[in-house]
């Protein structure tokens, strides 16, 4: 069975980066002229993966707002005639499916995944957190090369 599972945590308050965070949690701080975290959902749907599941807390409804098909938007820049723009948004309208649940108290990393399992069962996933880019349109991503590597030896 394929991997098209991702487990994105996205709960932690971001405090090692105040005042930054304070209003805007920091998986939606830019690099260029994207938020982190789209850089990190973009290299998962290129490793083939279709289904992300965010662990979320508080603060943390622009994520869910950004990966929302914005209908309006989307019709606004066709009428304008602005498809360079709406490319940027194509993360949107892939086959992706999102889902989100929150980590009801803050406990550490191991304990944003483990709140998936209700959700992921014992199907098998990847991790990959929402505030770090570990690969920048590289064929050969560390996300790609260990779900290789799981395949290969179911472990």
């Known amino acids: 069975m394929a991997i098209d599972l991702a ?10 980066l105040l005042p ?8 939606m701080l ?7 975290v789209q850089y990190v959902v973009e ?3 290129r490793c083939g993966i279709s289904r992300i599941l965010f662990i979320t807390g508080p603060g943390k409804t622009a994520i869910e707002n950004h990966f ?3 209908v309006e938007l ?3 820049l066709r009428e304008k005639g602005q498809e360079e723009l709406l490319a940027e948004l194509a993360f949107e309208r892939e086959d992706v499916e999102y889902f989100y649940t929150r980590q009801r108290r803050q406990l550490g990393l191991g304990h ?17 957190l929402g505030d770090s880019i570990i690969g920048l349109n ?7 090369l260990m779900i290789e590597q799981f395949e290969a030896r179911r472990a």
């Open 138 to 144: 590289a064929e050969s991503t560390v996300v790609r």
């Open 30 to 36: 830019p690099v260029g002229r994207k938020p982190v």
């Open 7 to 16: 487990v994105v945590p996205v709960a932690g308050r971001g405090t090692r």
């Open 68 to 70: 929302d098909i914005d």
């Open 112 to 128: 944003a995944v483990l709140c998936a399992e209700p959700i992921v069962g014992r199907q098998p996933f990847v991790v990959a």
């Open 20 to 27: 930054l965070t304070k209003s805007q949690p920091k998986e």
């Open 43 to 45: 290299e998962l749907v």
């Open 74 to 76: 989307i019709q606004l």
